[in-house]
Structures are given as structure tokens and as C-alpha cells.
Nanobody, 126 residues
Framework: QVQLVESGGGLVQAGGSLKLSCAAS????????MGWFRQAPGKEREFVAA????????YYADSVKGRFTIARDNAKMTLSLQMNDVLPEDTATYYC???????????????????WGQGTQVTVSS
């Protein structure tokens, strides 16, 4: 059974930093492209960042580029999201997702990912 478990969420002041982690089990982690998505209350789930199977190419939403960094450790089967210079609009529930074969043009679509975590809440105060 595939499990993705996020951790590291919490309350942070604007301009601060937070690091999210996702622990994976039940899948061949290195064979999956991994992504972070977020969903704020009343809004649709949106793409944040993604990293290819072997940790090569990374992709970011324009809204987080230069502030967030996605990384993976295939040996430890973990995914992380380092969030710096956070803004109140970064407040959302953050989800870890896995997809086995994702075309580059669809890397930012939630439908491209087959497995999801339960999410971790991030709240940024102004």
C-alpha cells in the first residue's frame, strides 16, 4: 500500500522559513516523479513544485520560484520543500504527490499524479 506522509507544517511569520517533508513507503520511490501541490480554503488545488525521478530536473510555479526549493533523497525515500521568504498568500494545505510517468507539459497538473498524501497545514501570519 502506497503511503505518502507529509510533516513540517505550522505557523510562521511572513518573511520566515519552513521546511516540509514527505516520507514515502509502499512504492519504488526512485521510479516516481514527485510534486508538491497546495490548496487554500475556497480555492482549487494548485501546483507548487516538482522533481523528476532521479532528482534531475525541477519545476516551480511562478509564484514560488526563487523562494521555494524542492529536493528528494531516493535512498531515504523522502521529498522535501524548503520554503523561504514566505508570504501570507502561501497559506494553504500542502500535499505531496507521486506520479510514475509524467509528460513534461503536464508536470503541473494534479491529474498527472496517482498517489497523494493527506496534507500538512501551513499558515503564514502577516
Amino acid at each position: 500500500q502506497v503511503q505518502l506522509v507529509e510533516s513540517g507544517g505550522g505557523l510562521v511569520q511572513a518573511g520566515g522559513s519552513l521546511k516540509l517533508s514527505c516520507a514515502a513507503s509502499g512504492l519504488t520511490f526512485r521510479s516516481y516523479d514527485m510534486g508538491w501541490f497546495r490548496q487554500a480554503p475556497g480555492k482549487e488545488r494548485e501546483f507548487v513544485a516538482a522533481v523528476r525521478k532521479y532528482g534531475g530536473a525541477t519545476y516551480y510555479a511562478d509564484s514560488v520560484k526563487g523562494r521555494f526549493t524542492i529536493a528528494r533523497d531516493n535512498a531515504k525515500m523522502t521529498l522535501s520543500l524548503q520554503m523561504n521568504d514566505v508570504l501570507p498568500e502561501d497559506t494553504a494545505t500542502y500535499y505531496c504527490a507521486a506520479g510514475s510517468t509524467i509528460i513534461t507539459s503536464t508536470i503541473g497538473r494534479s491529474a498527472s499524479y496517482t498517489n497523494w498524501g493527506q496534507g500538512t497545514q501551513v499558515t503564514v501570519s502577516s
